[in-house]
Each structure stands twice: as C-alpha cells, then as structure tokens.
C-alpha cells in the first residue's frame, strides 16, 4: 500500500512537472544557453565564401521583447559584388511564423510576421521595423543568387544543418520552403507593426549571447530587438520557426522555439514552482 501510494504521488509529481515544462517553456527545438535559443548553421554552406557564409541565429525572449542574434561574415551593409543589380549583396529580412503550417502555406495567406533590420537591402518595404500581414518576396534574382532552393542545394550544398539544425536535412527544407523560388525578403503589402531597436555584438554580449559556446561565432554578430506587443497576438504560448536567407540565396537558417506573448507574470510564477518542484525531488532523491 505504502508503495503505491509513493509511486502514485510520484507519478502525480512527474505529470505536474511535463505539464509546468510544456506550458510555460513551449517545445525548444532549438538549443537552449544562458536564456538563448540558438540554431547552428553549417559552416561549409555559404555558396561564394565566407563573406555569405550564415554560422548561426540566436534568439531569446525577455518579459516584454524579442531579440535576434545573427553571425556568419555577412556584414549588416552588405558586401559589395558587381552581379548583383545594386552592387551590393546584403542580409535578406528575418521572417518569423507562428502558424504551425509550412512557409510556403503562411506566406500565401499572409500570416507571416517578418523583420527588416538591414537599411540598406532590398527589401520591399521602405524602412526597417517589424511587420505583420507579410508574404515573401524574393530578390535572389537582382543579386546574382539563386533561381530556386532546389539550385542551391543541387550546386553542392546538400549537407548536414544547410538551413541549420532544426531543418538539418533537405528533405526537411523542401518540406518547409519548398524547393522552388527562395522567398527571402518582405514583400510590399505588409503592414509596419512597430520599430526595432538595432543591438551591437557588444549589447549581445552583455545580453548574454554566446555563438563561441557552440564555437559558431563569425566575423560579424549582429542583432536586434522588437516589442512582444506589438505583434498583436492574443496572449498565449507560441511556437515559432525563424528563417532568414541572404539576399542572393546563398544561405539560409532557421530556429524552431517557442515564446510567450505577452505573458507578464504568469511565466516567473510557473517556472519558480517548477524549480521549488524539482528541488524537492532532487532532496528525495539524495536520501
Ligand atoms: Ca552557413
Ligand atoms: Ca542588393
Ligand atoms: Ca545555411
């Protein structure tokens, strides 16, 4: 009897935690440090060299905002290259979908959020900031990229973590992008949702940020943040997938986590009920 009843209190306790672990810290497919969920890219996937070479994104969330981390050798202006219409081949625009569907299927209804944070690309919203109602465009054609996601992978590209190791293989991106046209920049029909606050590799820093843990960190780190609230989105816990390409097609990465918006108090409540949990399994254990 004595017995049962342990294992049935034990059972109870087990169940309590999954469910204080699902609801407050959303699926994290992505690779938890210090606060950060990171997506490592491959590093022998930037088609034209280190200077379009992506190593990683990072992303983590604070009670009222979202910051992105990014590094690879893509400066935040761009590089210059003759190809490319403008001579200039810079970041395409991070797209965020909290949807559940493919890219493709959000894209089409216009259901996804996206970020233009580099001034000078070619994005096809006028100024940087964070918008909703978004549909992909592509501008791989004026910047000497590629014509299509199935290109780039059949030019020597198909390797372990080419959109990073939440989409780590290219079946797993065809499933998500498809394999035709690379959407990699916000198209002219979105709606401006709010203002982005540009982050140095210094801010990231003592943000926390830490590409070297995953010895991932590239000649460029670069960031940005945005307000949970200006998403718009009922309150509640939401899955993401991040993705980002440059503006030729040349790379590409994703980050597949999870996020409370806006979730003021509710989350620190749970999670200190979760450790006071925890705490006391770990005494029971010891004894
Ligand atoms: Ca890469
Ligand atoms: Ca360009
Ligand atoms: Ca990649």
């Not at 910051?67 to 403008?86: C, K, Q, R």
């Not at 625009?93 to 493709?104: A, E, I, M, R, S």
């Not at 003592?206 to 998403?231: E, P, R, V």
């Amino acid at each position: 009897m004595k017995t049962s009843t342990l294992k049935k209190l034990i059972g109870t306790t087990v169940a309590s935690l999954s469910l204080i672990s699902m609801s407050s810290f959303p699926a994290m497919a992505g690779q938890l440090h210090n606060e950060w969920n990171y997506g490592i890219d491959s590093f022998s996937d930037g088609s034209g060299g280190e200077s379009y070479n992506i190593r990683g994104i990072a992303l983590k969330e604070t009670t009222d905002s979202i910051l992105v981390a990014l590094t690879g050798g893509m400066p935040i202006a761009g590089v210059t290259n003759s190809g490319a219409m403008d001579k200039n081949i810079g970041w395409g625009d991070l797209f965020l979908n909290f949807t559940n569907k493919n890219f493709t299927t959000a894209s089409s209804q216009r259901s996804l959020f996206g970020v233009r944070f580099a001034g000078t690309n070619d994005s096809k919203v006028t100024t940087t900031g964070l918008y909703g109602n978004v549909q992909g465009a592509s501008v791989t054609g004026v910047n000497h990229g590629y014509s299509s996601l199935q290109q780039y992978y059949n030019s020597g590209f198909d390797k372990a973590n080419t959109q990073g190791t939440d989409l780590a293989t290219k079946a797993a991106a065809y499933t998500y992008f498809g394999q035709g046209t690379i959407l990699n920049v916000i198209d002219s029909g979105a709606n401006q949702l709010g203002s982005i606050q540009s982050l140095t590799s210094t801010e990231l820093k003592n943000q926390g940020l830490d590409f070297g843990f995953f010895n991932a960190t590239g000649s460029q780190t670069l960031g940005f943040s945005f307000k949970k609230g200006d998403l718009g989105l009922a309150d509640g816990n939401y899955d993401y997938m991040a993705s980002i390409f440059v503006e030729c097609g040349n790379d590409g990465v994703a980050l597949k986590g999870g996020v409370s918006v806006p979730e003021p108090g509710s989350l620190a409540g749970l999670a200190l009920v979760g450790l006071t949990l925890l705490g006391g399994s770990r005494l029971y254990k010891s004894h």
